[in-house]
Structures are given as structure tokens and as C-alpha cells.
């Protein structure tokens, strides 16, 4: 099993700048993906980014230039840094985590509790 918590959100004024965390520990396998989604009141959860353990990132059109994923992969920790909010990426922030098997090639599919943000015009 694998678990996710996440820290980091919290209320912001239109441009400004939120830092969230998100640290993974359990069976881990040092092949996985880590990344951040989001999901809006009435909308569904949609990808911010993702990280693979190389440092391939990739980013949802919404948030290029103004949000930065990063890893530490000793710690298990990805991070991201979110800079000149609007309000439209007010959100429950979710980390994701995919972990694949160096045997099997199965992979495990883990999501943290959520960090809200919320950006205020």
C-alpha cells in the first residue's frame, strides 16, 4: 500500500503564489509517475501535471508559464509551486502517485485526501 499527504493549500489573493507538498511512503517502486489534479466544484478532476521519476514533466495547457512540479525522489516528495493565481484555479488539489512493478508491469494507482485552494479576485 501506499500513502499520500499533501499540505500546502490554502486562501491566496488573485496573483499570488502557493506552494503544496505531497510525500509518498509505503511500497513504492522506483518506477512511478507523480503528479497533481484538481477538481472545481461541478466539474470533473482534471490533470495540473505530472513528473515521472526521470524529471519528464507535463503540464495541462491551463497552468503553463505559471505552475512548476518538482520532485525529490529521496524523500518521495513532489511539490507544486503555483504562481500568479486566479481565481479560476480555486480547487480541491488532489496528488497522484502511479507506482508500476518492475515484475508484473502492473501499476497501482494511489490519490492523496486533497488540499483546497482557493484564490480570491
Known amino acids: 500500500q501506499v500513502q499520500l499527504v499533501e499540505s500546502g493549500g490554502g486562501l491566496v489573493q488573485a496573483g499570488g503564489s502557493l506552494r503544496l507538498s505531497c510525500a509518498a511512503s509505503?511500497?513504492?517502486?522506483?518506477?512511478?509517475?507523480m503528479g497533481w489534479y484538481r477538481q472545481a466544484p461541478g466539474k470533473q478532476r482534471e490533470l495540473v501535471a505530472t513528473?515521472?521519476?526521470?524529471?519528464?514533466?507535463n503540464y495541462a495547457d491551463s497552468v503553463k508559464g505559471r505552475f512548476t512540479i518538482s520532485r525529490d525522489n529521496a524523500k518521495n516528495t513532489v511539490y507544486l509551486q503555483m504562481n500568479s493565481l486566479n481565481p479560476e484555479d480555486t480547487a480541491a488539489y488532489y496528488c497522484?502517485?502511479?507506482?508500476?512493478?518492475?515484475?508484473?508491469?502492473?501499476?497501482?494507482?494511489?490519490w492523496g485526501q486533497g488540499t483546497q485552494v482557493t484564490v480570491s479576485s
Open positions: 497522484n502517485i502511479r507506482s508500476i512493478s518492475p515484475i508484473t508491469l502492473g501499476t497501482g494507482v494511489y
Open positions: 509505503g511500497n513504492i517502486f522506483s518506477r512511478n509517475v
Open positions: 513528473i515521472t521519476n526521470s524529471g519528464s514533466t
